[in-house]
């Protein structure tokens, strides 16, 4: 029986951590999965059944998505069992001691990390059967690394940036730098390390995940409207922005793809693309 559930995280980790994806499918055949610039930062445990990704063999059974800048595709056969940890736009940088732009644009297995607990929670996962326990033991191993952050004072700083951005994607750099209490290039550096990407570039994929959210409340909205809801000075210039972090247009989109943006909506939903005959 197929299942697809989300658990929301303790209080204690409810700034990190969007929530937990409970993901069980029976083999229905093979789909085409897109992967988008999404803003946020994955752990994802592959318990059963692995994913190919095109051009470049199958993902590792169990890995950290890095922030990604541009769209992929993933095939995907047989039967699934994942759990999948999706963080909030800062909040992965807040647990591991590496600069998150190092795992931009990829799929990086944990075993190339070099952290001993991140391994052993892998082992802990494959061998738990009860999916419920191990989102107990996940919430054990972030609440035990809380105290291992001596940085927090840096994520407490450029935090509302990301909330800034949501309010206004057309921010300047230099106000939140300063709204930080950092200088230009000090802030860049620290946010690039944070989030994986820069602020320009990141600010650009939150106002394409806003485009996408509103195609997926309202699939009939005009395209000028849109531009205009977004953000986007025309609409010459939201067709471009998405085709480059979609690879296809707007009304391409809609007509290939069910729209679903992982940043603003509450739930989790897979990017699969329609079948032709639907």
Not at 15 to 41: A, M, V
Not at 52 to 78: A, E, W, Y
Request: aromatic fraction near 12%.
């Amino acid at each position: 029986m197929d299942e697809s559930r989300i658990i929301y995280p303790c209080e204690i980790l409810s700034q990190y951590i969007k929530y937990y994806w409970i993901l069980k499918r029976e083999d229905h055949g093979s789909f085409n999965l897109q992967t988008i610039p999404s803003g946020c930062l994955h752990l994802v445990f592959h318990r059963q059944g692995r994913v190919n990704i095109v051009g470049s063999g199958k993902q590792p059974s169990c890995f950290i998505r890095g922030q990604f800048s541009k769209s992929g595709l993933l095939l995907s056969s047989g039967e699934m069992d994942m759990i999948a940890v999706l963080f909030k736009p800062m909040g992965m940088w807040s647990f591991f001691s590496v600069n998150m732009s190092e795992l931009t644009d990829s799929y990086i297995d944990v075993e190339e990390i070099e952290d001993t607990g991140l391994n052993r929670l892998k082992d802990d996962i494959n061998s738990e059967e009860d999916s419920l326990r191990c989102i107990s033991l996940i919430e054990s191993f972030f609440i035990s690394r809380l105290s291992l952050n001596k940085d927090s004072y840096i994520y407490e700083r450029l935090l509302p940036s990301v909330t800034s951005m949501v309010l206004d994607n057309s921010v300047a750099v230099e106000k939140l730098a300063s709204d930080s209490c950092y200088s230009y290039r000090q802030y860049i550096r620290l946010f690039t390390s944070i989030t994986g990407v820069n602020p320009k570039v990141y600010s650009r994929i939150v106002r394409f995940q806003h485009s996408l959210y509103l195609l997926q409340l309202k699939g009939n909205i005009q395209l000028d409207e849109l531009a205009f809801e977004c953000g986007y000075y025309d609409v010459s210039h939201l067709v471009k922005e998405f085709k480059l972090f979609s690879g296809y247009t707007p009304t391409q989109y809609m007509l290939t793809h069910n729209p679903y943006s992982s940043f603003f909506a509450n739930g989790s939903e897979l990017n699969i693309i329609k079948n032709r005959e639907e």
